[in-house]
């Protein structure tokens, strides 16, 4: 537990080093998100209809764009080598690394989600809706995305292989996070898929770690 | 000696035969001609069965004959992939470089083969459902799945050390198999929420034997091609990888003295 | 049962016809792939060989 936090220490100090890379996942989210209204006729019902669903697509590309950032610095300087070389406990090391880096993305644009939702009119009750659904979801994004990265790191430009690998798996988390907001709209249930979102993310813990850790064992020699 | 420790002698020999190469070539050699004969035979005969004797569906009419090729490749798009996950398994816990030759030579015939299935699937549609693609479970997931194809291919192909290449490629696969049975799930439910399975309805009578002999023998028809595919892709890989290795010399020389 | 009749495939015949030809014509696409690289493998390891040995000669 230890390692963990102390990783997770360790990236937020790097991180805040750095703040106008920090909140470039943040900014892609909004333009991205904003990029939908313009595309589209311009009726109130009809982006109230599909905002939920455009906000939920904004951030999984928000979070696969920031994915290639995760590993690159440190591999660079070579500490992700000495890493990997050295430590014991690199599963749990790599866990607080991408839950740091979770913290920078998707937990931030889910804070700013509500304001998007208040572009696209959609009414405060589904707003916590999707708040709840973001906070849930982006940290699978995150982890399974992890294991991507992780696959790529070596590699000078990995970012469009990145993109070919987790897009489809990313596929369940989009349909339950978004399929929770339609759901909530015509007034029904949403226990089940926050429940099923929640064993996404406990599965995502617990698995990913070890995947990360493997492939960067493979993927750095 | 009990009959399982003989049983699993034998498996252990086999075993380390195929982890050679060299023996993994020679056996291949001889499984080649083997699997594509019966292959052709089953092929064949399913299609005959199939076009001619089969009679015609009583609600689909002679458009249900799709479904000889489109089963098999359905089947096969998924059966190829619990080959490769599991021969990356093998490579990766292992160690056994065989394995990852059977599984990367596996990638591109599973990736055909979901194609195959879908475009069948989709010119099955038109006249049966009047749409040649609808967001349906099976449909959805089986893109999917054609998308993870390309993606293992993909990984494998960006590296440029073979071994760093083959472990991507086998942890990628394997993580597919923890998710392709939820992406599964997930769409089922999701599209069982947004429409009915109205089209899809599968409620039919069973089918009748000389319908089903027709596609049994095209199932096994299609996995016994696959074997030989993947014994002629194998066959190209190890050349190429051993490509230094003596024994690889001496067969070219032989053959090319034969000639 | 005629000929014109077993093709007409009761209406759908263009249905079945090209699924059945785009399936049996990817097998045989594998297939003669497979056997093209087999030829330009051969081919290109026996050139090697021959060099090597011609390099050894002039030693």
């Not at chain 1, 697509?57 to 290639?68: K, P, R």
């Not at chain 1, 979770?102 to 959609?122: D, K, Q, Y």
């Not at chain 2, 069948?120 to 993870?148: C, H, M, Q, V, Y």
């Not at chain 2, 999701?190 to 429409?195: N, R, V």
Request: net charge positive; glycine share 8%.
């Amino acid at each position: 537990m230890n390692t963990l936090f102390l990783y997770f220490q360790r990236e937020w100090k790097l991180m805040f080093r750095n703040t106008g890379t920090l909140i470039l996942p943040l900014i892609f989210f909004l333009i991205i998100a904003l990029l939908f209204p313009f595309s589209l006729p311009a009726e109130v019902s009809l982006l109230q209809r599909i905002g939920g669903g455009v906000i939920w697509v904004s951030a999984v590309l928000a979070t696969m764009l920031s994915l290639e950032s995760m590993f690159q610095a440190d591999y660079q300087d070579g500490t992700l080598e000495q890493m990997v070389i050295h430590h014991r406990e690199l599963s749990l090391a790599m866990m607080g690394k991408v839950l740091a880096h979770w913290t920078a993305t998707g937990l931030l644009l889910t804070l700013f989600s509500p304001l998007l939702c208040m572009t696209f009119n959609i009414p405060s009750d589904q707003i916590w809706v999707l708040f709840f659904g973001l906070l849930l979801g982006t940290p699978t994004l995150t982890l399974i995305g992890a294991i991507g990265a992780a696959l790529t790191v070596t590699l000078r430009r990995g970012g469009v292989l990145i993109a070919i690998i987790i897009l489809p798996l990313y596929i369940p988390i989009l349909i339950f996070g978004a399929g929770m907001l339609s759901q909530h709209a015509q007034g029904l249930e949403i226990v089940s898929q926050i429940y099923t979102l929640g064993a996404m993310l406990v599965l995502a813990l617990t698995l990913a770690p070890f995947a990360i850790a493997g492939a960067l064992k493979t993927t750095i020699n | 000696m009990n009959p399982f420790s003989i049983i699993w002698k034998f498996l252990d020999r086999t075993y380390h035969r195929l982890a050679s190469p060299r023996e993994f070539y020679t056996i291949a050699q001889y499984a080649t001609p083997i699997f594509g004969f019966l292959s052709l035979i089953l092929i064949i005969s399913g299609a005959y069965l199939g076009l001619f004797e089969a009679p015609a569906d009583y609600q689909q009419g002679d458009s249900f004959r799709i479904i000889y090729v489109h089963v098999p490749a359905a089947w096969l798009s998924l059966f190829v992939y619990m080959v490769m996950a599991t021969a990356s398994a093998i490579g990766l816990i292992w160690r056994m470089k065989m394995a990852f030759v059977v599984a990367i030579c596996s990638a591109p015939l599973g990736a055909v083969f979901t194609a195959l299935a879908l475009i069948t699937g989709s010119i099955w549609g038109k006249p049966i459902w009047g749409t040649w693609w609808t967001w349906d479970a099976r449909l959805t997931s089986e893109l999917i799945l054609l998308f993870i194809y390309f993606g293992v291919m993909a990984t494998y192909y960006a590296f440029e050390e073979r071994k760093t290449a083959e472990k991507a490629m086998a942890m990628l696969s394997i993580v597919g198999v923890v998710i392709v049975p939820i992406i599964h799930y997930s769409v089922e439910w999701w599209t069982s929420l947004h429409q009915g399975q109205t089209i899809f309805a599968e409620g039919g009578p069973r089918m009748p034997a000389d319908m089903l002999t027709p596609l049994i023998l095209m199932i096994f028809g299609f996995m016994f091609f696959y074997g030989y595919a993947l014994f002629l892709a194998a066959q190209n890989k190890v050349l190429t990888q051993e490509r230094k290795a003596r024994w690889v010399r001496e067969l070219i020389q032989k053959t090319g003295n034969q000639r | 049962m005629n000929w014109a009749e077993f093709f007409n495939m009761g209406g759908y015949a263009f249905h079945v016809w090209t699924s059945w030809a785009l399936s049996i014509g990817a097998l045989i696409t594998i297939v003669i792939v497979a056997k093209l690289n087999n030829a330009k493998i051969k081919k290109e390891l026996e050139r090697q060989i021959r060099r090597e040995a011609k390099l050894q000669q002039e030693k």
